[in-house]
């Protein structure tokens, strides 16, 4: 233990600082989970979305999911976003989402493009790279 005053407040605020960021949720860098307060405002920006539609129970969800973060960091231009299709099935029924995970790429609202199945990563490297320009 220092004798230090000063050291002391630092090592203080730095424990408060860990403590804190430990309470908070960890979110994925870059994806957005959308539901029903936010999936329009985020689509219909002018600059494309592609929406991830998985469920937690789907395994080829799951197995896509590190892959469409990795992308995610490639391609700063496009906008990346899930929608969890058991906590949000009008969004779902809207879109005629019928098979997981299905991929959607949004641009001004309208839907531009649209894939279904774990295509992997050459899948959402071509739709992104169509749309990235």
Request: charged share 25%; proline share 7%.
């Amino acid at each position: 233990m220092s004798d230090d005053p000063e050291i002391e407040k630092i090592k203080q605020r730095k424990l408060e600082e860990m403590l804190r960021q430990q309470s908070q949720p960890k979110v994925e860098p870059g994806i957005i989970d959308l539901d029903e307060s936010n999936f329009d405002s985020i689509v219909s920006a002018e600059n494309p979305t592609l929406v991830d539609f998985w469920a937690e129970w789907c395994g080829p969800c799951k197995m896509m999911h590190p892959v469409f973060e990795s992308l995610a960091k490639k391609y700063p231009k496009i906008k990346f976003a899930r929608v969890n299709v058991d906590s949000n099935q009008n969004i779902s029924m809207r879109f005629a989402v019928q098979s997981i995970p299905t991929f959607i790429m949004f641009k001004s609202g309208q839907v531009v493009d649209k894939m279904m199945g774990a295509v992997g990563a050459p899948g959402i490297h071509m739709i992104c790279k169509k749309y990235s320009q």
